[in-house]
């Protein structure tokens, strides 16, 4: 690693070499033709004047030798250093325990997310990281286009450590390409209050045509049961707690099948769901973490949401003053059978053009293998993926979140929560795959599923209009009717449409990306 010297000496960085002392090359005589320039001309004295110069030069000489040599010394930084791009919230306190561990490597965080810095960077060729964090759906996609190294040989013997859906995500073609971070097994998050106030025990929703009627009360006293404007991180969960399949990725990551349109389990839950917004029973105007969203949620405007595991420190942080009104309960499926999915999650991966694979490895086996390093996280908020923080008694029988000033809030009323969610995480079914264009795929779902939400809304609010006309009161001035109109006819569709479009782009962009679409 290169070393760099600081001092008062105006030239001492030009003469400190990588070792932090003073090359061998450098000569007295460069120390003697600075201070020259300060000797004076007058040949009176000039043979006293010259013992003096030279005691002068010798005496500069070394101290200029000893003060760089100490200077550089007490400023040198042996140790290996790595650079790790991550949002983990306590990244930095599991950067020092490492550092402690392991002394001779020092971690250089940079809190970051998202997948366009870490494209750019790699397509730069320069400014990338060593260690990168990459959410389950996006980490094929890097381990197929080779930027990640395979980590198989160390790690094969750690697959009964993890559960076995963020074990599964984290491999390609018989090799694996990371260590599981944290999960996020599907979960019902519901305020309890406002479903009781509408006459409802949430805890005994068990299947989808339960929550279908628990909606429909909730609507009538002016609650959505919860709130979705097209987001496709929720729309694949769902379709892989339905026991849908509709991605299929050969071994090596470059044959792919796309099958939205026939798969049975997308076509089941976006019947059900095209339902729910059809009878306005959803609320598809407030996108998730919006300000209106978390108006709306603390309102008891929106009553539940389906989401991971990680939701309890979010609500905690987002919603501070619904403590102890919400509660968590296991998904509600089509048939009531306990089955799940994983909705967030994440890895780390060191990259491929690492200069230092040795040290990043060591790392991304401390944060995702090491006992105080998970703690460290959990304690932080994040939803574990190894067995046996999902086992641990006093992980399970905790009641409590901790908020920002460190207080822990029974937030959901007592509730051991985390022995939910430790169930969700057994209950997560396996199989599903994603594409190897992951990101782009998501990023492509609301231009095309996306323009089915916006339609539902239009058609639902000017059938509310027509409802309030009818029953003899007043509305909004606003023509939603002339907007439906002005509608263009290519965005005038239902979910299903939607699919079959989003099916078309995906098939599209594989085919451009030199996939084997099938």
């Not at 030239?11 to 000797?39: F, M």
């Not at 805890?203 to 628990?214: F, G, L, Q, V």
């Not at 991966?349 to 060591?362: D, E, G, H, I, N």
């Not at 199989?431 to 239009?458: C, I, M």
Request: aromatic content about 10%; some cysteine.
């Amino acid at each position: 690693m290169e070393k760099r010297c600081h001092g008062v000496l105006p030239y001492r960085a030009r003469i400190c070499g990588p070792s932090g002392v003073l090359p061998s090359e450098v000569q007295p005589t460069e120390v003697h033709s600075v201070v020259d320039k300060d000797v004076s001309t007058n040949t009176e004295d000039a043979g006293v004047k010259s013992k003096l110069l030279n005691r002068l030069i010798a005496v500069c000489g070394v101290a200029v030798m000893v003060l760089g040599a100490a200077a550089c010394g007490a400023d040198a930084d042996t140790r290996t250093e790595i650079t790790v791009w991550s949002w983990e919230p306590s990244m930095q306190q599991v950067i020092d325990g490492f550092e402690k561990e392991n002394p001779d490597i020092h971690v250089v965080w940079k809190n970051t997310s998202g997948y366009d810095k870490l494209n750019n960077a790699i397509q730069d060729g320069y400014g990338i990281p060593d260690v990168v964090q990459l959410e389950y759906y996006a980490l094929r996609q890097y381990a197929v286009s080779s930027q990640l190294v395979p980590i198989t040989k160390r790690v094969k013997s750690y697959a009964d450590f993890y559960t076995p859906g963020t074990w599964s995500s984290v491999q390609l073609n018989g090799q694996i390409y990371g260590l599981p971070m944290d999960s996020g097994p599907m979960a019902f998050f519901y305020n309890k209050d406002v479903f009781e106030q509408a006459g409802i025990d949430a805890s005994k929703i068990r299947t989808w045509d339960d929550y279908y009627e628990a909606a429909k009360k909730l609507k009538k006293i002016g609650v959505y049961i919860t709130a979705d404007s097209g987001d496709a991180s929720f729309y694949d969960a769902m379709i892989w707690l339905a026991g849908g399949r509709p991605f299929s990725v050969s071994n090596d990551g470059k044959n792919v099948g796309i099958n939205l349109t026939n798969d049975e389990g997308t076509r089941e839950f976006t019947e059900f769901w095209q339902k729910m917004i059809d009878e306005g029973l959803v609320a598809t105007n407030l996108t998730t973490w919006s300000d209106s969203w978390k108006s709306a949620v603390g309102e008891g405007k929106v009553a539940s949401m389906f989401s991971g595991g990680w939701m309890p420190s979010l609500l905690m942080a987002n919603l501070p003053s619904s403590a102890g009104l919400w509660r968590v309960a296991q998904m509600p499926t089509p048939d009531g059978k306990a089955a799940t999915s994983e909705n967030g999650g994440s890895a780390l991966a060191v990259l491929q053009r690492s200069r230092k694979p040795q040290a990043s490895y060591r790392f991304i086996e401390y944060v995702c293998h090491n006992a105080d390093a998970i703690k460290t996280r959990v304690d932080g908020g994040a939803f574990p993926a190894d067995n046996d923080t999902l086992s641990d008694p006093d992980f399970l029988g905790k009641t409590t979140v901790t908020d920002e000033r460190g207080v822990e809030v029974p937030y959901f009323g007592g509730q051991e929560y985390n022995r939910v969610l430790s169930q969700a995480a057994e209950n997560v079914s396996t199989g599903y795959q994603y594409l190897p264009f992951e990101v782009y795929a998501r990023s492509d779902f609301r231009s095309t599923v996306g323009k089915a939400y916006k339609w539902s809304s239009l058609l639902r609010k000017e059938q509310d209009r027509l409802d309030i006309i009818a029953a003899g009161g007043m509305v909004d001035d606003t023509d939603i009717g002339e907007t439906l109109k002005e509608t263009d006819s290519s965005d005038r569709l239902k979910l299903k449409n939607g699919i079959a479009l989003w099916q078309k782009d995906l098939e599209e962009y594989g085919a451009n990306q030199g996939f084997t679409i099938r």
